[in-house]
T-cell receptor, first 113, second 112 residues
Framework: AQSVTQLGSHVSVSEGALVLLRCNYS??????LFWYVQYPNQGLQLLLK??????LVKGINGFEAEFKKSETSFHLTKPSAHMSDAAEYFC???????????FGKGTTLSVSS | DVKVTQSSRYLVKRTGEKVFLECVQD?????MFWYRQDPGLGLRLIYF???????EKGDIPEGYSVSREKKERFSLILESASTNQTSMYLC???????????FGDGTRLSIL
């Protein structure tokens, strides 16, 4: 069965520091993977997606993620955090039937000055 | 840009009431979804629809029903609202089940 595990419900970084948000997945079919961001009082916005093309995926706002099949991971990174990156981040995987997405429980990113 | 519009940002209802949450998308997407979001639990799929008048149960359909009479509109119905249905409800749409989903801003529903 498909599942997503986000390691760390809360990550804190300083402005300018590296951002690393971890996501591990389980999938019985070739995975389609997504990262979404949610700002306070808003819906989710797509950051990037992996659909079996390049393993390093670049997204919006300077974020990128690397698909590692051997580690079943799809970690999200950004070289230098900005205050505006403070939000909740969700990793998601396509379900086995290909009809919907399964979301992780989310990681809240805090950025301090 | 894709626009997914949820009819209310905030809603307060009483236990036992029948509650309707409405969602409209403007991109001719086949698939539409309803989630609830609770702290520490992430997003949980309630129902989804892949065509007009078609629906599929998600992970937590109990106490809910849905209606899709037109392609652009997907309604979530709480048949008899209970306090444990107090939550943030998010609607989403996509071209296909494997495609990125576009989300509305959510409806924060309180059941008193």
């Amino acid at each position: 069965a498909q599942s997503v595990t986000q390691l760390g419900s809360h990550v804190s970084v300083s402005e300018g520091a590296l951002v690393l948000l971890r996501c591990n997945y389980s999938s019985s079919v070739p995975p389609y993977l997504f990262w979404y961001v949610q700002y306070p009082n808003q819906g989710l916005q797509l950051l990037l997606k992996y659909t079996s093309a390049a393993t390093l995926v670049k997204g919006i706002n300077g974020f990128e993620a690397e698909f590692k099949k051997s580690e079943t991971s799809f970690h999200l990174t950004k070289p230098s955090a900005h205050m505006s990156d403070a939000a909740e981040y969700f990793c998601a995987v396509r379900n086995q039937a290909g009809t919907a997405l399964i979301f992780g429980k989310g990681t809240t990113l805090s950025v301090s000055s | 840009d894709v626009k997914v519009t949820q009819s209310s940002r905030y809603l307060v209802k009483r236990t036992g009431e029948k509650v309707f949450l409405e969602c409209v998308q403007d991109m001719d997407h086949e698939n539409m979804f309803w989630y609830r979001q609770d702290p520490g639990l992430g997003l949980r799929l309630i129902y989804f629809s892949y065509d007009v008048k078609m629906k599929e149960k998600g992970d937590i359909p109990e106490g809910y029903s849905v209606s899709r009479e037109k392609k652009e509109r997907f309604s979530l119905i709480l048949e008899s609202a209970s306090t444990n249905q107090t939550s943030m409800y998010l609607c989403a749409s996509s071209f296909g089940g494997s495609q990125p989903q576009h989300f509305g801003d959510g409806t924060r529903l309180s059941i008193l």
